[in-house]
């Protein structure tokens, strides 16, 4: 067995909704995505949840709001940790790294289908920085 193993991820929540207060005649959608991860360590069992919001709803110049959850299981074997990592820095790094790429195409599957906006991508981030980030502002 490998030291972290990614055993399969479940959609825990996904929605779109469309701005009422939108204003089209606003040029520039400024679109910010939150992107926090909470986990949920029980022994070799690890549960990491990777959330993203994208839009507002109370905000003129943006068109919709976008909200996805993922859980993705995890496995992780301290006896194969022989550089003593840790399990913090497994999760940090690489468990939602692994859930990133589930969650960008839900986002982009979300706003494709709303029949009114092209479907937005989501960057190709180091999401372990920008959860840092967002930490260090107090909004993970």
Known sequence: MSVFKFDHFVVD????ARNPNYDKNLK????KPQISAD???EGMNVIVSLKVVVGALDVKSIPFQVKVS???????D???DEASYGIDTFIRNNAVAMLYPYVR???ANLTMSSGEYPGYNLPTINVSKALEK?????TA
């Open 134 to 138: 967002s930490t260090d502002n107090g």
């Open 78 to 80: 301290s006896e194969q």
């Open 28 to 31: 520039k959608i400024d679109l």
């Open 39 to 41: 986990s949920d360590i």
């Open 70 to 76: 993922v859980s993705g299981s995890f496995e992780y």
């Open 13 to 16: 929540d996904m929605s779109y």
């Open 105 to 107: 195409s839900l986002v």
